[in-house]
């Protein structure tokens, strides 16, 4: 016994755990947190990008003249709506890896070391009895595609854009109506 340390200290102890025991609701917590990263990311991108179709639309129904200055807005905004979707793309499988490392490991804990039926292998078993249509989203699948379908809508407003700066080019203003009488 090493020196100056109380017998009945040691006595009362409690044995060591094993490590797996010890890892094992860290990575517990970091596949929650990995995961809730994931669904905040895919939020704040759709608050991102919805402010953008906005602007993109308020500026495609107003009459802005002159033309060259209202399609490089509405370029701006096509441009600025792809580059945040790509790079949004990119976090959402870089965040998708996380939880998907983070799951696995749980999962190999459990069974491999605890041999328990915790909450990643009842997961995962959870998922092979979902059928039907939701079989066909998983959040894996719909996080990084969300962002890579409004990249693919940023390229047909930037299309648009050009369509709606050349329309608005063959049709020459009208003359301005006189205001009609006021009725008395």
Not at 43 to 68: D, G, H, K, Q, R
Not at 75 to 84: T, Y
Not at 130 to 159: H, K, Q, T
Request: hydrophobic residues 55%; contains cysteine; proline residues 8%.
């Amino acid at each position: 016994m090493a020196a100056g340390t109380d017998p009945e200290v040691v006595a009362m102890a409690p044995p060591a755990k094993c490590a797996f025991e010890l890892v094992y609701p860290a990575a517990s917590d970091h596949w929650t947190h990995a995961e809730q990263v994931r669904w905040t990311l895919l939020y704040n991108f759709l608050m991102a990008i919805t402010i953008l179709l906005l602007a993109w639309a308020a500026v495609a129904a107003a009459t802005v003249e002159p033309l060259w200055a209202k399609r490089l807005v509405l370029l701006s905004f096509s441009a600025g709506g792809f580059i945040l979707s790509v790079v949004w793309f990119g976090l959402a499988l870089r965040a998708g890896r996380f939880v998907h490392h983070y799951a696995g490991f749980g999962r190999s804990v459990e069974r491999d070391h605890l041999n328990i039926e915790g909450p990643f292998r009842s997961a995962e078993s959870f998922r092979c009895t979902i059928g039907g249509p939701a079989a066909l989203a998983p959040s894996r699948v719909v996080l990084p595609l969300v962002p890579a379908l409004f990249a693919a809508l940023c390229l047909i407003l930037a299309y648009g854009s050009l369509q709606i700066a050349r329309e608005h080019a063959a049709v020459p203003n009208p003359p301005l109506q006189p205001a009609a009488p006021a009725i008395k």
